[in-house]
C-alpha cells in the first residue's frame, strides 16, 4: 500500500483543496497586490450605490481631479453641469486593458461635446513601477484619455477593484450604473448605449 507522506497529509488536513486559490497576474494582478485581492473579495460596489468620492490626480498635470466636479449630490465649487462618468482602471501590466483603452478613446470621441467624461485610473502597480515609468507606457500607447493615478490603491479599495480591468459608469447624481469586472467583448456597445440614456436624464427622470 503507498504511503502518504507525513507533512503532505498534515498539509492537507490543514489547507483543503478546495478553499485553496491561485491569483494570477494576468487575471487580476500580482505580486504583494494578492493580499489586497484576497481582502477586498469580501464585498463589492453594486449597481444603485452612490459612487465613492475621490481627489486623485492627473497623470498630465498634476492637478487633483475630484468626484464632485462632475457628478453627485452637489457640485464642487459653485460647478452646475452635471456629466455621466466613466471610469476604466488599469495597469501597465494588464494586457486586456490595452484592448479595452483604445475603444474607450473611440467612445470619448463619440461623445465629444455631450456632458461625459471618460477617466483612466491607473493602480494596483507593483511596487517597482514609477509613475514616470507609467507616464512612458501612457505615452508609447498614444492614450489620449485622461488619466488619474492611484498609487496608494485608495480608490481602489474604495470602488471594490478585484481585478483588472474594471470598469464603473457613474450617472449625473453621482449613482453606480454599472459595473464591468474584467473585459467583455462589446462593451463599448452596452456602454455607449446606457450613457446616450444617462446624457438625457435630469432630477425628475432618473432612475432610483
Known amino acids: 500500500m503507498r504511503t502518504i507522506p507525513i507533512l503532505s497529509f498534515l498539509f492537507s488536513m490543514i489547507f483543503p483543496v478546495s ?15 494578492n493580499g489586497a485581492f484576497q481582502r477586498s473579495r469580501r464585498d463589492s460596489l453594486k449597481v444603485g450605490d452612490e459612487a465613492p468620492p475621490f481627489a486623485l490626480r492627473d497623470l498630465a498635470t498634476d492637478e487633483p481631479t475630484f468626484l464632485r466636479d462632475y457628478t453627485g449630490k452637489t457640485l464642487r465649487d459653485g460647478k452646475t453641469e452635471r456629466h455621466a462618468l466613466v471610469m476604466s482602471f488599469w495597469a501597465t501590466w494588464c494586457q486586456p486593458c490595452k484592448v479595452e483603452i483604445p475603444l474607450l478613446m473611440k467612445m470619448a470621441q463619440d461623445f465629444k461635446g455631450q456632458p461625459v467624461k471618460i477617466f483612466l485610473v491607473n493602480t494596483k502597480e507593483e511596487k517597482s513601477v514609477t509613475e514616470d515609468s507609467v507616464r512612458a507606457v501612457y505615452k508609447t500607447r498614444n492614450y ?3 488619466c488619474l493615478v ?38 463599448h456597445i452596452d456602454i455607449a448605449n446606457l450613457l446616450r440614456t444617462l446624457v438625457q436624464e435630469d432630477s425628475t427622470s432618473r432612475k432610483p
Request: net charge neutral.
Open 144 to 146: 489620449t484619455l485622461p
Open 150 to 187: 492611484d498609487p496608494t490603491w485608495r480608490a481602489a479599495d474604495n470602488f471594490k477593484v478585484n481585478g483588472l480591468p474594471m470598469i464603473v459608469v457613474i450617472d449625473k447624481f453621482g449613482i453606480v450604473r454599472k459595473i464591468n469586472r474584467g473585459f467583455h467583448e462589446n462593451f
Open 19 to 33: 478553499n485553496f486559490q491561485f491569483i494570477s497576474p494576468d487575471l487580476s494582478f500580482s505580486g504583494e497586490a
